[in-house]
Every structure is written in structure tokens, then in C-alpha cells.
């Protein structure tokens, strides 16, 4: 069992930056596989990005490539997604998830373990 806890969340004016951390607790986060995903009123969830246990290996979604960078911290037991050149569609909830394995999932159905979320908001 892992929990995961979001923040870094906020307000942000088009083309700024905000940096999301995920901290976990519970068993050992070295051996979790983490993703970012985000979800806007209406909308589906979405994947955002995902990064592999080791930090090795990283994956994006089509529309936050170049933008965003995610990054983890084992011995933080944290993952960060920084985000740059924000734009008013990234304005969602981001919700980080973690499963077990060392496979990148792009699938929320694949995650096993959900934080809260913390809403990003980005004015126009």
C-alpha cells in the first residue's frame, strides 16, 4: 500500500511555470511506477506523464511534450512534474498514481493508487 499526496498546485498567469510534487508514504516508492494525470470539468482523465521506477525512463502525453518534465527523488520518496509555457487548456486537476512494476502505463485503469489531486488553474 502506497499513499500519495499532491501540491503545488495554483493559480498561474499563460506562460508561467508551476512544479507539482507527489509525496508517498507507505512501502518502499523505489519500487513504484508513477504517472501524472489530469482531468478538466467534463472532460476525461487524461495521462499527462509517467516515469519509471528506476527514473530511467519517462513518457509524455502528445499535448505537454516539450513543456513539462517529470522527475522523481527515491530517496524524497517524491515525484515532481514541472510545468512550463503553461497554457489556459492545461487548467485541470492533477492527480498523481503510482503501480507496482516497471512498465510506463498510459491507461488510468492501470494505476493502482491515486493521490487527491490539486487543481492548476492558468488565466488567459
Known amino acids: 500500500q502506497v499513499q500519495l499526496v499532491e501540491s503545488g498546485g495554483g493559480l498561474v498567469q499563460a506562460g508561467g511555470s508551476l512544479r507539482l510534487s507527489c509525496a508517498a508514504s507507505g512501502r518502499t516508492f523505489s519500487s513504484y511506477t508513477t504517472g501524472w494525470f489530469r482531468q478538466a470539468p467534463g472532460k476525461e482523465r487524461e495521462f499527462v506523464a509517467g516515469?519509471?521506477?528506476?527514473?530511467?525512463?519517462?513518457y509524455y502525453g502528445d499535448s505537454v511534450k516539450g513543456r513539462f518534465t517529470i522527475s522523481r527523488d527515491n530517496g524524497k520518496n517524491t515525484v515532481y512534474l514541472q510545468m512550463n509555457s503553461l497554457k489556459p487548456e492545461d487548467t485541470a486537476v492533477y492527480y498523481c498514481?503510482?503501480?507496482?512494476?516497471?512498465?510506463?502505463?498510459?491507461?488510468?485503469?492501470?494505476?493502482?493508487?491515486w493521490g487527491q489531486g490539486t487543481q492548476v488553474t492558468v488565466s488567459s
Open positions: 516515469i519509471g521506477w528506476s527514473g530511467g525512463s519517462t
Open positions: 498514481a503510482a503501480r507496482t512494476g516497471s512498465v510506463v502505463f498510459t491507461t488510468r485503469e492501470r494505476y493502482d493508487y
